[in-house]
């Protein structure tokens, strides 16, 4: 599982913070998710729902509405404001190569995704979680401060435990919205989940949400579950509905590529500029550049790859000969830092090791001679040449020989032929 940071403004050019959710497996669809009323994007169900989400493919940006968590600008604009900024999050994801086709929406953010979802064309299904069919609804669990609230101005509120200021523009925002109208003319596929013993939003928005949405429309009881979906379990269940519904409308890449048995494939995600997937026989994981040159910041950049492949061969040939010699080694940390070429200077890596373990100064110093001969440092100091052929296209699914077993035969023997000398 990885995440970056994704921040963007709203129409105001106030910065809202956002985290980008993905899997280890390539993103097949991108959604945002909207967390429920004074809520942010760390509530249990915008966390949960969003990573368990990503975990089956589909990539999610949560986000802090206007005001909230660690957005800048003014809490309390209402169901309008809130919409806005779903909008604009969606716009920026699209802006970078991340077009959500999914909204997903908690409690009130429920109410802002079903009215944000007709400004959005690529936009294909909407799923709602614990959702209030009139925005009036949010207006029971604030106190009376409000009534008498003079236009303009903003008075101190409690909702939830938790101090706000609103205003009457507030109120008037939320008394104008025509929720059930854009229900009925929401022309995307709808999914409703809510729990029987919602005591914050009762059940019954539920049912009116359904009946006057036209199809396809779909209804799931969260059996058991608080509204905030404080279990892991009901998140988790939530989330495994939702990918299964939303596959029948979403356009989703292909399935994804199998591991191969042997060698290395990279792949674009598709995600962002640079991201790309890489799979070995073992794991798969992303690679991909700073978010300062235009990448997602999702994974190590491809000279740290090659810094940790010089790092990691220096660990792994210092243990093989320290075990060859029985000397006392008890872990070794290698660090590497790479410098770009300049037109006067080539490229130049600095690598720190340190040996722990009850070693005398001799052992020290043959350890560090041991590192200059690892089979990757020796690769980068000497020479290698690079073969470059296109792949044909029936066998752009199957893997690469591997080198693997070459590597550590390398390291072996010289390990082998230093110990001796």
Known sequence: MTHSTFDFENTTGRQ????????????RAWAVFAHCFTCDKTSLAATRVSRALAERGIGVLRFDFTGLGESEGEFGR???????????????????????????????????VLAAAGALEAVRAVAVIGA??????????????????????RVPVSIGGRDFELGSDF??????????????????????????VDEVVSIDNASEIFLAARHPKSFVSLDHANHLLTREADSDYASAVIVAWASRYL???????????????????????????VVTSSTIFLADEPASVGGLDSGPTPYELLSAGLGA?????CRLYAERKSWPLERVVVEVGHTAKTTSEPDRFVRKIAFQGDLDEAQHVRLLEIADRC????????????????????????????????????????????AGA
């Not at 699209?94 to 409690?107: C, E, I, K, N, W």
């Open 16 to 27: 809202l913070s956002g985290v980008l959710e993905r899997g280890d497996g390539p993103v």
């Open 78 to 112: 209402g169901l309008s404001g809130d919409v806005r900024d779903v909008v604009c999050a969606a716009e920026a994801m699209a802006a970078a190569g991340m077009t959500p086709q999914l909204l997903v929406g908690h409690s009130f953010g429920g109410a802002a």
């Open 132 to 153: 209030p069919f009139d925005a009036e609804h949010v207006l029971t669990h604030i106190g009376p401060e409000l009534k008498d609230a003079p236009a303009g101005r």
């Open 171 to 196: 109120v008037r925002d939320i008394r104008g919205q025509n929720q059930k109208a854009r229900i009925e003319n929401l022309d995307r596929a709808l999914l409703v989940l809510h729990s029987p």
């Open 251 to 277: 356009k989703l890449t292909a399935d994804p590529v199998q591991p191969p048995v042997q060698g290395v494939r990279i792949e674009e995600t598709g995600a962002g500029k640079f991201q790309v997937r």
């Open 313 to 317: 061969c220096t660990a792994m040939t």
């Open 375 to 418: 089979p990757v440092h020796r690769t980068l100091t000497e020479s290698a040449t690079i073969e470059t052929e296109r792949l044909p296209d029936d066998q752009q699914d199957a893997g690469v020989e591997t080198c693997a077993e070459d590597h550590v035969h390398r390291m072996e023997e010289v390990c082998a032929d230093e």
